[in-house]
């Protein structure tokens, strides 16, 4: 038969018009948390914020929060009562458009649509040729922006490294923000090191954009920011970015990141209430400043081995703290962020399969609206991978299609072809019944192994790994997009004569 299985597949996959399982669908429906737990997390949260407070309040930030009605304890750390939280809540941005340059690419962040994405900073990256994990360069941030470009289930792309080779923190800012700009068009994400580096950045936004002002109309890089540190008191540097990317028109991902047992309590409910306190420090925070602002509420329960110290970010209690996390975000009606896919395995393994595939599902079911960390992070966040990216987008086709659950119709029901089936052939293959759901509801991966033993030993008996490396290296070969006009780059590079 000419052109043999391989063949017939290509020819079916190349027809297939409907994908079966699209980002933005909808979770929620794993509920780790009941309503009677959620209210005693959250008032406990509340109790934490009026008895404790933040701690290390940079001056500014004390100025704006006193005047919004929080209490200066005296003691170098600032109260914020319930009935500002709750202020808060009320107008504060439930949801927000997050901005492609492409439009088409652009996200709906709030309600209860599920999106993966990136996150991370990775020092080292598993070279493709060797297997084993090297510094992570420049060069490796432009092809791991470029490679996901075309991965449709990374529905925005935040720098998953840091490019060990440019050691200047500037330089490493704009050379950063610069890669995003020329390797995708979707909504991308990056974080800024000093307050002082917003503004030039921001230019550069402007020029992708089109000129002065045109970014902040349609903004589509969000920053990445810290401004709590667990336990309970601001950190300085992180403020004074909030504040630049406010004032400048930067979308923010307010970050919380305690770890069970060391930052926060080991009981996860324990956990749950200090880090809801402090991101709701965060948004506290973010609007006072600017009311309605919008901000991603992200909560990300992070937990740490107890015996020996390690961050463990592929465990059973990372999948349910994230879900649990999303669960409580989504009852207060606040776009939310959590992470996933945080595995500890090393190598493209079975460890590194069953941790991102728990903790992934986990957090999509839970309602998460953003998932971070979710594509291409190996070793505890230490590590990305080109090969995760490729093999992580397919699971994430499996979780969306798990999130879009069973439509019943009467269609769907199937009475007549069953009625067609038992008084005919006797089988459901080739009806016009089977035939529509083929295309409409079955997802069909390429890089997951499907075949009899025999005939995977006879092409090769190759493992996951190595078929995701052979499609990294495919997609890296042939891709190579510049989105930046040529004006537009000399423009940058005239404005920044560090861009490597």
Same mark, same amino acid.
């Given at each position: 038969?000419r052109?043999g299985?391989?063949?017939?597949?290509?020819k079916?996959?190349?027809e297939l018009?409907?994908?079966?399982?699209?980002?933005?669908?909808?979770g929620?429906?794993y509920k780790p948390?009941s +309503?009677?737990?959620?209210g005693q997390?959250?008032e406990?949260?509340?109790?934490?914020?009026e008895f404790?407070?933040?701690g290390?309040v940079p001056e500014?930030?004390a100025g704006?929060?006193?005047?919004a009605g929080?209490?200066d304890?005296g003691?170098?750390?600032?109260?914020?009562p319930?009935?500002?939280?709750?202020?808060?809540?009320s107008?504060a941005?439930k949801a927000?458009?997050f901005?492609g340059r492409?439009? *088409?690419?652009?996200?709906e962040?709030?309600?209860d649509?599920?999106y993966?994405?990136?996150? /991370?900073?990775?020092?080292?990256t598993?070279?493709m040729?060797?297997g084993v994990?090297?510094?992570?360069?420049l060069?490796d941030?432009?092809?791991f922006?470029?490679l996901q470009?075309?991965l449709?289930?990374?529905?925005w792309f935040?720098?998953c490294?840091?490019?060990?080779d440019?050691?200047?923190?500037?330089?490493?800012?704009?050379?950063?923000?610069? *890669?995003?700009?020329k390797?995708?068009t979707k909504?991308?994400?990056t974080?800024?090191t000093h307050?002082?580096?917003?503004?030039?950045i921001?230019e550069?936004?402007?020029?992708a954009?089109?000129?002065?002002?045109?970014?902040?109309?349609a903004p589509?890089?969000k920053?990445h920011i810290?401004?709590v540190?667990s336990p309970?008191r601001?950190g300085?540097?992180? @403020?004074? @970015?909030v504040y630049?990317?406010i004032e400048h028109?930067?979308?923010i $991902?307010?970050?919380?990141?305690?770890q069970?047992?060391?930052?926060?309590?080991?009981?996860?409910a324990?956990?749950? *209430?200090q880090?809801?306190?402090?991101?709701l420090?965060?948004l506290v925070?973010?609007?006072?400043i600017?009311? %309605?602002y919008?901000?991603i509420?992200?909560?990300w329960?992070?937990?740490i081995?107890?015996r020996?110290?390690?961050?463990?970010g592929g465990? %059973?209690?990372?999948? @349910?703290?994230n879900a649990?996390s999303?669960q409580? $975000?989504?009852?207060?009606g606040l776009?939310s962020?959590v992470?996933?896919?945080?595995?500890?395995?090393k190598?493209?393994?079975?460890?590194?399969?069953?941790?991102k595939g728990v903790t992934?599902?986990?957090?999509?079911?839970g309602?998460?609206?953003?998932?971070?960390e979710?594509?291409?992070?190996?070793?505890?966040?230490?590590?990305?991978?080109?090969?995760?990216?490729?093999l992580?987008?397919?699971?994430?086709s /499996?979780?969306y299609?798990?999130l879009?659950?069973i439509e019943v119709?009467?269609?769907?029901?199937g009475?007549?072809a069953?009625v067609?089936?038992v008084?005919?052939d006797?089988?459901f293959l080739?009806?016009?019944h089977?035939l529509?759901?083929?295309?409409?509801?079955?997802f069909?991966?390429s890089?997951?192994?499907?075949s009899e033993?025999?005939?995977?030993?006879?092409e090769?008996?190759?493992d996951?790994?190595s078929?995701?490396?052979?499609r990294a290296?495919q997609?890296?070969s042939?891709?190579?997009? +510049?989105?930046?006009t040529g004006?537009?780059e000399r423009?940058i590079r005239?404005r920044?004569?560090?861009?490597l």
């Open positions: 038969m052109g299985r391989k063949g017939r597949l290509a079916r996959a190349a018009v409907t994908d079966p399982c699209p980002p933005g669908q909808i929620g429906t948390l +309503n009677a737990d959620i997390i959250y406990t949260a509340l109790r934490l914020l404790l407070g933040l290390e500014r930030l704006d929060l006193k005047a929080a209490v304890r003691d170098g750390r600032i109260s914020i319930q009935r500002l939280v709750e202020d808060v809540l107008q941005a927000f458009t901005h492409d439009p *088409a690419r652009s996200i962040v709030g309600g649509r599920v993966f994405g990136t996150g /991370g900073a990775a020092v080292q598993l070279d040729e060797t994990y090297r510094p992570s360069t060069a941030l432009h092809d922006t470029r470009d075309t449709a289930n990374v529905a935040t720098r490294c840091i490019a060990t440019v050691p200047n923190e500037f330089d490493l800012d704009t050379n950063t923000a610069f *890669a995003l700009l390797n995708t909504p991308v994400g974080a800024f307050a002082h580096h917003v503004a030039p921001a550069m936004l402007d020029i954009a089109g000129g002065p002002g045109e970014f902040a109309k589509f890089l920053a810290s401004p540190i309970m601001f300085a540097d992180a @403020v004074d @970015v630049a990317c028109g930067i979308p $991902s307010c970050i919380t990141a305690a069970a047992g060391a930052t926060a309590p080991a009981t996860l324990g956990f749950l *209430a880090s809801l306190a402090e991101t420090a965060s925070m973010v609007n006072v600017r009311p %309605g919008p901000m509420f992200s909560n329960p992070l937990v081995d107890l020996t110290g390690a961050f463990s465990s %059973g209690e990372t999948a @349910v703290l649990a999303a409580l $975000s989504n009852w207060l776009p962020g992470a996933s896919s945080m595995t500890d395995a190598a493209i393994d079975a460890q590194y399969g069953m941790e992934a599902l986990a957090a999509a079911l309602g998460g609206n953003l998932i971070y979710s594509s291409g992070m190996t070793a505890s966040l230490l590590g990305a991978s080109f090969e995760a990216f490729v992580d987008d397919e699971m994430h /499996g979780i299609r798990a879009r659950g119709t009467k269609e769907n029901l009475f007549d069953i067609e089936a008084l005919g006797g089988h080739g009806g016009q089977t529509a759901a083929m295309e409409r509801d079955y069909y991966p890089l997951a192994d499907r033993p025999k005939t995977w030993a006879d090769g008996a190759r996951a790994w078929a995701a490396r052979e290296r997609i890296l042939e891709h190579r997009p +510049n989105y930046l004006e537009q423009d005239a920044f004569d560090n861009i």
